[in-house]
């Protein structure tokens, strides 16, 4: 079974990851994943996507989510597979996973790890583009999102 935290440059394919995830899962009645694209947020001619990190550090800190998403949900299983360096666009960028004995705790653990992934995990991303390169700033969105598993949800 793949590690349940990989922070990796290299190509995954996410049937793959899935139907590995889910072959170790027992107990669970329930398995949702979701997959992030590489997209062109901003410009429309997006050439790369760099992303940067501290290899330890955001290990550290995705396992760290891993395991809070584990207790909070009551997950059986809960995988995080993220990449890092040049991605072009339309590749998987990173994939979640989440096990449950019910859907809905497996469809909340899943949100819980998006929201916290794309406003506090510690990755930086940059937009190269014909035109130059710009770093990603956080947007509104990501943090509104993150604030409801604060407030009780």
């Known amino acids: 079974m793949p590690e349940p935290v990989r922070v990796q440059s290299a190509p995954f394919d996410m049937g793959?990851?899935?139907?590995?995830?889910a072959a170790g899962v027992t107990g669970a009645g329930?398995?949702?994943?979701?997959?992030?694209?590489?997209?062109d947020i901003a410009t429309g001619d997006l050439e790369v996507m760099e992303i940067e990190h501290f290899p330890g550090m955001t290990e550290k800190a995705l396992t760290g989510i891993r395991?809070?998403?584990?207790?909070?949900?009551?997950?059986a299983d809960a995988m995080i597979l993220h990449r890092y360096g040049p991605l072009k666009p339309a590749e998987p960028?990173?994939?979640v996973a989440t096990a449950a004995r019910h859907r809905a705790d497996a469809f909340a653990g899943a949100e819980f790890l998006m929201d916290y992934l794309k406003s506090r995990a510690p990755?930086?991303?940059?937009?190269?583009?014909?035109?130059g390169a710009a770093w990603v700033e956080a947007r509104t969105e990501d943090e509104d999102a993150l604030s409801r598993w604060s407030a009780g949800d």
């Open 16 to 21: 793959a990851e899935l139907n590995a995830f």
């Open 30 to 39: 329930a398995v949702v994943s979701f997959s992030g694209i590489t997209r």
């Open 67 to 75: 395991a809070q998403a584990m207790e909070r949900f009551g997950l």
């Open 93 to 95: 960028i990173m994939m």
């Open 123 to 131: 990755f930086w991303k940059k937009e190269v583009t014909a035109a």
